[in-house]
């Protein structure tokens, strides 16, 4: 049986790992590869790297320390952040990526979905989406949320583009609950549910893990694939070996290394 | 001991490379023909399509070299879907040294494809290469297509249905998922088919 996925996301701002609140205010949290392998020796099933200035900055994601971090690494890892081009991506792949994420650029080409599917297969791409609930109840896609000055609202509905991003060739999608974002509330399930509904590749929540039962209700309620977080598990307060065993006590697929 | 990784195109060759030199193993990446015929062991990564991968042995002429090895061959994700006989995806043709077809996993309710993550290994039948796998454990999988039970089958895994996880013919091995990126038991099985 497949097992449910829990993921570490580490956003990396020059070459460090940062965190901040709703998108906001970052410190720094350590250095790339110390805390990769600190992730894997605790039993994370995967790594997303999002290099949360690349996009805003108009500037491809630095190949570096993607090469540092897989020849350490021997879990899958993801990378995120102002890839814009097949070109952008092969250059990530090769240097030891597993898979890429395209979030801002594939909004402003949605082709660029399309391209990366042809050139890598779908199994390579992820379309991360940056979604927030509108004063008038509807979930719609922010673009560039890795910088807020440069944060922009779109038009376009979070639903309508999970369908679309499919039909281009996204092989899972990350949705980035920006509500719940980094205040530990829980993931949205709401959304994650609507998403759910319409999304036949794999679903990865993102936004508001704070307390294992929130992975456990992520899980069960919406049916994501996996479980995206990232403050809770720099700080140390959620233990991914004590949340591996609650839920599998709790009946979910989990992978105890 | 010589071991060259097959320049087929693949995007995970990099991740294949390393977890060898995390075993002491440094392969040479290679699509020469020679070189490739002179290793001990030879290791057919693979991320894409069947159609393109073959295009690309094709172009390179390996695909004789290909079936006449004698020395172990591993076959990696799509490597292994190449050593098999035909794959539904693209229609493709593939080498034939595995009597199987590769097909794409049925269309079923709450079951997404790609079958992506980590899931478990079911021993099938005893063979050096699941030398110290234990019953349950979880190797990592990324893949749309895959190879039905047959009697080359050495382990199994489960997604809607069994697939072949681990196969192995002869001197022609293959494995589903990603050994490179399997933790320490993809490592324990890279470790095996480098003692074979």
Redesign the interface.
């Known amino acids: ?5 829990i993921i570490p996301c580490l956003d990396v701002r020059d070459g460090l790992v940062v965190k901040g609140v709703r998108f906001r205010d970052h410190v720094v949290m350590g250095d790339i590869v110390d805390l990769a392998l600190r992730y ?1 020796d605790e039993g994370a ?2 790594l997303v790297f999002y290099d949360i200035t690349a996009s805003p900055e108009g500037r491809s994601v630095d190949r570096g320390w993607v ?1 540092k971090v ?2 350490v690494i ?3 890892f993801c990378v995120a952040g102002g890839i814009r081009s097949v070109h952008d991506a ?1 250059t990530v ?4 990526a ?1 898979k890429v994420s395209v979030n801002s650029p594939a909004l402003e080409r949605p082709e660029l979905i399309a391209e990366l599917a042809a050139a ?5 791409v992820v379309v991360g989406i940056d979604s927030l609930c509108d004063a008038d109840g509807e979930w719609r896609v922010r673009q560039y949320s890795g910088d807020p000055s440069k944060t922009r609202a779109l038009a376009r509905r979070t639903l309508d583009w999970v369908a679309e991003a499919q039909c281009l060739g996204a ?2 999608i990350v949705l980035n609950c920006m509500g719940s974002d980094g205040v530990r509330q829980g993931y949205d399930l709401e959304q994650l549910g609507a998403v759910r509904a319409l999304c ?4 990865i929540a993102s936004g508001g893990a704070g307390a294992i039962e929130h992975f456990r209700a992520a899980f069960v309620d919406a ?1 994501v ?2 479980a995206l977080a990232a403050s809770v598990f720099h700080s140390g307060a959620i233990a991914i070996p004590a949340l591996k065993q609650y839920l599998q006590a709790q009946g979910i697929a989990v ?1 105890i ?1 | 001991m010589a071991v060259v990784l097959v320049d087929a195109g693949g ?5 294949v490379r ?2 060898l ?2 075993l002491g193993v440094d392969a040479a990446l290679t699509a020469d023909a020679a070189t490739i015929r002179a290793a001990d062991k030879v290791i057919l990564p693979g ?3 069947a159609g393109p991968g073959m295009a690309r042995l094709r172009e390179l002429g390996l695909v004789e070299l290909m079936r006449s090895l004698t020395q172990p061959v591993l076959g990696v994700c799509l490597g292994m879907q190449l050593l098999c006989a035909h794959s539904e995806e693209g229609d493709t043709a593939c080498l034939g040294l595995i009597p199987a077809t590769v097909r794409r996993f049925a269309e079923r309710p ?1 079951l ?9 290994l079911s021993v099938q039948r005893e063979h050096p290469l699941l030398h110290g796998l234990s019953a349950g454990e ?1 190797a ?1 999988f ?3 297509y895959a190879v039905p039970l047959n009697e080359w089958t050495l382990a199994s895994a ?2 809607g249905e069994p697939f072949s996880a681990v196969v192995a013919r002869g001197n022609f091995h293959g494995m589903q998922f ?1 050994p ?5 038991v ?2 324990k099985l890279l470790r095996n088919f480098l003692e074979r």
Do not use: K
């Not at chain 1, 036949?200 to 679903?203: M, R, S, T």
């Not at chain 2, 995007?11 to 991740?15: A, H, Q, R």
């Open positions: 049986m497949l097992s449910r996925r894997r099933d995967e090469e897989a020849r021997d879990i899958p092969r792949l090769h240097a030891g597993d890598f297969g779908v199994q390579c092989g899972e036949h590749v794999p679903l049916d694939d996996g992978r290394p | 995007t995970n060759i990099g991740s390393y977890a030199q995390r991320v894409g399509a709450g997404r494809v790609p079958h992506m993550g980590w899931n478990g979880q990592y990324v893949h749309s489960d997604y990603h490179e990126r399997s933790a320490a993809g490592a």
